[in-house]
């Protein structure tokens, strides 16, 4: 038996973890792991994945890939002959997905930094076309936004360390009086230490830090880091899980919660 991955770039960590664990899991109920990984959101793209996969007669297929609620269920529509789980969709959406609640990590994150008295925030959010990296930003922005507080700016970074520190630079440079940083993932937190480091801001003392993911680096990052925890093995689990019990398509998703982890970047 053979299920099937459509991944986006391993190189990032949340989805690299995401493959082992699926890899894992599958293995667990005696199916091998077909992987096929793309690298820019083209429907055209996932689709000659799917039917790459089809033609090695995958017949259930987990697709980590950003998509919008309309693109997924497009997709859904143009394979009825197998089985598709997303698992980077607005978790409201219709498609058959496990997915994580976006906005409630991403609110205690910032009543945290509320609590803890900071004012001036910059946000760091990741790529425009990432659905759940905006309703990231749109938590952290409605919650600041009913304590009347709005965000001293707000960028996009790519997800990667490298965009996390160039974007990092940007802001000491032009709106340097922010006290608290909330960024989208903790690859682009990595290269905001990093950048903060060189210009000897110091973590947690003038800048506070919030990250989003906890993948297995984040707590050995110096300061190790505060970040929303997605628990990616469970989300996994569960998608292998459902996907393999699911008898003649009763889909069942399920929305998994993400909690804030307190560590040493902030204060
Ligand atoms: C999401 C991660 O939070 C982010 O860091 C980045 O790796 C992104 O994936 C890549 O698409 S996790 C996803 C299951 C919402």
Not at 44 to 72: G, H, M, T, W, Y
Not at 90 to 113: H, K, M
Not at 127 to 156: C, F, N, Y
Not at 164 to 191: H, I, S
């Amino acid at each position: 038996f053979t299920l099937g991955l459509v991944t986006t770039s391993l190189a990032l960590h949340a989805p690299s973890q995401i493959a082992a664990s699926v890899k894992k899991y599958a293995h667990q109920a005696g199916y091998q792991v077909l992987i096929s990984m793309i690298d820019e959101d083209v429907n055209q793209s996932i689709q000659d994945s799917i039917n790459e996969l089809k033609s090695q007669r995958v017949d259930r297929v987990i697709i980590n890939i950003p998509l919008e609620s309309a693109e997924a269920e497009q997709i859904y529509e143009n394979n009825h002959d197998i089985l598709c789980l997303f698992l980077d969709v607005d978790p409201t959406s219709t498609v058959f997905n496990v997915c994580f609640n976006p906005a409630d990590g991403s609110r205690a994150s910032v009543e945290y930094l509320l609590e803890l008295g900071h004012r001036e925030f910059a946000l760091l959010a990741g790529p425009e076309d990432s659905v759940s990296s905006r309703l990231r930003l749109q938590s952290w922005q409605e919650t600041l936004m009913e304590k009347g507080l709005q965000a001293i700016t707000v960028v996009h970074g790519d997800w990667s360390a490298q965009s996390g520190y160039y974007n990092a630079l940007q802001m000491l440079r032009e709106t340097p009086q922010f006290t608290a940083m909330l960024v989208g993932n903790d690859q682009m937190a990595l290269g905001v230490i990093s950048a903060l480091h060189q210009h000897n801001v110091a973590i947690p003392q003038q800048v506070s830090i919030i990250g989003y993911d906890d993948t297995y680096d984040s707590a050995f990052f110096h300061p190790a880091l505060t970040t929303v925890s997605l628990d990616l093995d469970l989300q996994s689990k569960e998608a292998v899980e459902r996907l393999l019990a699911t008898k003649n398509d009763v889909t069942a998703s399920k929305i998994l919660p993400a909690k804030l982890v307190v560590r040493n970047s902030t204060r």
